[in-house]
């Protein structure tokens, strides 16, 4: 098959079943991994949805700039959309963030903005600073902000998530993956509720907003900001849980070694998540989660040192 732009490679990723790192008598650990579209990421969906969007209406006109904040995976997305739709952007990440995320954006051609950390930490007000950075690039060049956590254009992309899960797999017992923008839990629930049993929120127990009503540091990329994000609804979920981001590294290693699967931090989230969720259910209920990028990401940090 060949394709007319590297955009229409978005999307159409498998989902493989987990087999050794989820204990005997748990239900079935399903994983829709993400690494395969064109940046390695899910947000390939998301930034494709949010720009076609705005151009739709209007409100992106030709060769206007774009400009986000982001742990990385949103802004390499964005820049590898804006590179191919001819958008300058500019995108205004951290140190809190991987590096290998932040060479991706440059090497798309973005223009990088990088708001010192605390100690490496992702903190609330980390996301405040990166907001008045965005807030600056907005009035000096008129650029146009994506505001990925209230772009409801975002949904639209993960309604095509939904629907492949679906395709793959018609009834699933829960569905459970961690809330940043919540853009992808909320967009894949929109068309999955009614083929699904339970819909499952995780947060890392270090920021436990969900959960516990508050926010805090920890290093899990592309999750728990300190703020319930606006897209995220009551009804949404049905139950929201804290996964220890200590046991959810230590899932890293194996989850690659055994059953081949090389996932970042959030992801590793995710299946922990999810094989605990597995091991209250029958063997024959399904629990699905997604690996929302690849491990390569992550390489050169201290997750797979």
């Given amino acids: 098959m060949i394709l007319g732009s590297p955009l229409e490679a978005i999307g159409r990723t498998p989902m493989i079943g987990l087999r050794h790192v989820v204990p005997e008598n748990a239900a079935r650990v399903l994983v829709k991994v993400e690494g395969g579209n064109p940046t390695g990421s899910y947000k390939d969906r998301m930034a494709l949805a949010m720009i076609e969007g705005a151009e739709r209406r209007g409100v992106l006109r030709p060769g206007q700039r774009v400009v986000e904040y982001t742990g990385g995976s949103t802004g390499s997305s964005l820049a590898f959309v804006c590179a191919i739709k001819g958008y300058p952007v500019t995108l ?10 932040l060479r991706t954006m440059r090497a798309f051609g973005a223009d990088v903005v990088v708001v010192p950390s605390d100690g490496g930490r992702i903190t609330p007000d980390l996301f405040v600073r990166m907001r008045h950075e965005v807030d600056r690039v907005v009035e ?6 994506t505001d990925q956590f209230n772009n409801t254009d975002a949904l639209l992309g993960y309604n095509e ?7 793959q797999l018609p009834t699933l017992d829960v569905f459970t993956a961690a809330v940043g923008t919540a853009g992808m839990l909320v967009g894949v629930v929109q ?3 009614p083929h699904t049993g339970r819909i499952v929120a995780l947060e890392p127990a270090g920021s436990p907003m969900l959960t516990a009503g508050h ?11 300190g703020i319930v994000p606006p897209l995220l609804t009551n009804n949404t ?23 081949g699967l090389l996932a970042g931090t959030s992801s590793a989230l995710n299946v922990l998540g999810a094989i605990q969720l597995a091991q209250e259910l029958r063997p024959d209920q399904t629990v699905v989660t997604i690996a929302v990028d690849t491990g390569l ?8 040192a």
Avoid: C, M
Avoid at 161 to 167: A, T
Avoid at 215 to 220: E, M, Q, T
Avoid at 239 to 247: K, P, Q, T, V
């Fill in 191 to 193: 068309v999955i509720r």
């Fill in 161 to 167: 998530l939904g629907r492949e899960i679906l395709e």
């Fill in 297 to 304: 990401k992550y390489l050169q940090g201290d997750l797979y």
């Fill in 92 to 101: 205004v990440s951290s140190d809190a963030f991987a590096e290998e995320k």
């Fill in 237 to 259: 979920y049905d139950e929201a849980r804290a996964i220890e981001e200590s046991e959810a590294r230590q899932l890293a290693k194996p989850l690659a070694q055994r059953d």
């Fill in 140 to 145: 000096r060049d008129n650029a146009f902000w």
């Fill in 215 to 225: 926010g805090g540091p920890h290093r899990v990329e592309g999750t728990a900001t």
